[in-house]
Nanobody, 128 residues
Framework: QVQLLESGGGSVQSGGSLRLSCLGS????????MSWFRQTPGKEREGVAT???????TYADSVKGRFTISQDNAKNTYFLQMNSLKPEDTEMYFC??????????????????????WGQGTQVTVSS
């Protein structure tokens, strides 16, 4: 059974930093797309960053230059380093993974329904 567990959320002041972790278990994906999403109640889930099994990354314009996604493939662990945090970054953050079955594939966070495996989320709160 695939499980994803996020951690590292918390409360910080504007300009501060947090490092989120996502520990995956119950699977071994040779090729995959992994993404961090965030959501505020009543709003759509927004893709923040992606990383694939080749190490390629993408970022939402709102976090470029501030957030860095990374991974430890051997440990099925993924990270989101968040610097220069702003109050508008206050949301619940989720990690998601989707296996890919072709050598060449697209990895984006434009559509949450592309991902079948999700964690429960970790709350990030940034105060001004």
């Amino acid at each position: 059974q695939v499980q994803l567990l996020e951690s590292g959320g918390g409360s910080v002041q504007s300009g501060g930093s947090l490092r989120l972790s996502c520990l995956g278990s119950g699977y071994t994906y040779g090729s995959y797309c992994m993404s961090w999403f965030r959501q505020t109640p009543g709003k759509e889930r927004e893709g923040v960053a992606t990383i694939d099994s080749h190490g390629a990354t993408t970022y939402a314009d709102s976090v470029k230059g501030r957030f860095t996604i990374s991974q430890d493939n051997a440990k099925n662990t993924y990270f989101l380093q968040m610097n220069s945090l702003k109050p508008e970054d206050t949301e619940m953050y989720f990690c998601a993974v989707e296996p890919k079955h072709t050598v060449v594939f697209t990895c984006t966070a434009q559509d949450p329904t592309d991902f079948g495996d999700w964690g429960q989320g970790t709350q990030v709160t940034v105060s001004s």
